[in-house]
Nanobody, 120 residues
């Protein structure tokens, strides 16, 4: 069955770093774009970073220069390296994988999320 499993979240002090991992199974991960989203209490889910099947990346303005998305197709895993963390980064972080054809989304998979809390 199709599954995305996030890990690596936790409590970190402001200015600290975390690396999130998302392990995919049950589908051809290397053919999918992969993204990280986050959702804070009372706020809508927002796109944090995306890496395409061709390895191009895009970032939300709020995380540019601090976060890096990468993927290892051999391990069916996408990563989010988060540096210089601030309290406003506190959220549940979700992994997403999407298949596209001619700029149209064909399928869309989601993980269950991992909590990131930035607090002193």
């Amino acid at each position: 069955q199709v599954q995305l499993a996030e890990s690596g979240g936790g409590l970190v002090q402001p200015g600290g770093s975390l690396r999130l991992s998302c392990a995919a199974s049950g589908f051809t991960f290397g053919s999918y774009a992969a993204s990280w989203y986050r959702q804070a209490p009372g706020k809508e889910r927002e796109l944090v970073a995306t890496i395409s099947a061709g390895s191009s990346t895009q970032y939300a303005d709020s995380v540019k220069g601090r976060f890096t998305i990468s993927r290892d197709n051999g391990k069916n895993t996408v990563y989010l390296q988060m540096n210089s963390l601030a309290p406003e980064d506190t959220a549940v972080y979700y992994c997403n994988a999407a298949s596209w054809f001619l700029k149209q989304k064909m399928v869309d998979y989601w993980g269950q999320g991992t909590q990131v809390t930035v607090s002193s």
